[in-house]
């Protein structure tokens, strides 16, 4: 018994200071060289295209101002992913994007952010860049 009090303590200490296997870290925003679009409205259209088209729900599309956020969903079971795009300059076009990244913290059980989902940014901004040149 007296060798199993040590351990015992010590995973005592771990839940009360509540101890995460997630690491936090925030996401970064990604920006897309200057597109010389012709039109804001063809643009706008494309990046909502390009968002949709990787099954995320939007949540925010407003052409206006030139912000579009998705709900988070669609990466896996652990882990979910959200994209926010926003229109920096319309004239030269200038986009800046960044795809945010959760994972379940299974011992905090929450959600925590960790990253950029770099694979699905990559994919994103290949294709606005072949659809907007």
């Known amino acids: ?24 870290v925030e996401p970064v925003w990604k920006t897309i060289p200057e597109i010389k679009q012709t039109k804001y409205e063809d643009a706008w259209a494309a990046i909502v295209g390009c968002v949709t088209g990787r099954n995320l729900n939007l949540e925010i599309s407003d052409a206006g101002s030139g912000y579009l956020r998705t709900a988070y969903g669609g990466t896996g079971n652990n882990t979910q ?9 319309r004239k030269p076009l200038q986009i800046s994007l960044k795809a945010e990244l959760i994972q379940l913290d299974m011992w905090a059980g929450q959600w925590l952010p960790v990253g950029n989902n ?6 994103i901004l290949d294709e606005l860049e072949a659809r907007l040149k």
Do not use: H, Q, Y
């Open 81 to 89: 992913t959200r994209v926010i795009v926003r229109v920096v300059n």
């Open 118 to 123: 770099v694979a699905m940014e990559k994919l």
């Open 1 to 24: 018994m007296r060798r199993f009090m040590p351990i015992m303590a010590v995973l005592s200490m771990m839940l009360l200071i509540g101890c995460s296997t997630v690491r936090s």
